[in-house]
Antibody, heavy 118, light 110 residues
């Protein structure tokens, strides 16, 4: 059974940093692109970042470029999101998701809440 | 890329059919056969319902179907059931390894 379990969310002050983790199991993690997708409270889904199987290619939504870094450790079946210079508008539930056919995201974690507030 | 445009709400009675639209541009919806649809119940993670415009993942009822014409994709739910009440989001590949989502549609089963 495919499982994605996020952790690392919490309350952080504006300008602060946080590192999210996503533990993957039930599939060969190293053979899939992976993504982070976020959802602000009461709002819609927003793609945040993608990372290639070997970590050699990374892509970001414009609003997080230069502040967030996606990475992975295939030996640990883990995906990460380092978030720096956090802003109030980064407040959201952050989901990790497995990328699949035709840009779909076929499995999602349960999400971890990040709140940026003083 | 701007978000894809979805109606904020849709509704139908049990047993009826309802169609939700998702409008983009030739740079996303119209340019690729990479439209997906997700169902999200309150407090839960999104669930993939349709991928590659028309295809259903294993386990998704055939009451759910997708289509596309030009820059607009559609999700049709036939034979509405109470458990179909949820938020629905479309997404499309937007080129340059970007993914764009719609704003979401709240489906109410009357």
């Amino acid at each position: 059974e495919v499982q994605l379990v996020e952790s690392g969310g919490g309350l952080v002050q504006p300008g602060g940093s946080l590192r999210l983790s996503c533990a993957a199991s039930g599939f060969t993690f190293s053979t899939y692109w992976m993504s982070w997708v976020r959802q602000a409270p009461g709002k819609g889904l927003e793609w945040v970042a993608n990372i290639k199987q070997d970590g050699s290619e990374k892509f970001y939504v414009d609003s997080v470029k230069g502040r967030f870094t996606i990475s992975r450790d295939n030996a640990k079946n883990s995906l990460y999101l380092q978030m720096n210079s956090l802003r109030a508008e980064d407040t959201a539930v952050y989901y990790c998701a497995r990328a699949s056919i035709a840009a779909s995201r076929d499995y999602w974690g349960q999400g971890t809440l990040v709140t940026v507030s003083s | 890329h701007s978000a894809l445009t979805q109606p904020p709400s849709a509704s139908g009675s049990p047993g009826q059919s309802v169609t939700i639209s998702c409008t983009g541009t030739s740079s996303d919806v119209g340019g690729y056969n990479s439209v997906s649809w997700y169902q999200q119940h309150p407090g839960k993670a999104p669930k993939l319902m349709i991928y590659e415009v028309t295809k259903r993942p294993s386990g998704v009822p055939d009451r759910f179907s997708g289509s596309k014409s030009g820059n607009t994709a559609s999700l049709t739910v036939s034979g509405l059931q109470a458990e179909d009440e949820a938020d629905y989001y479309c997404s499309s590949y937007g080129g340059s390894n970007n993914l764009v989502f719609g704003g979401g549609t709240k489906l109410t089963v009357l």
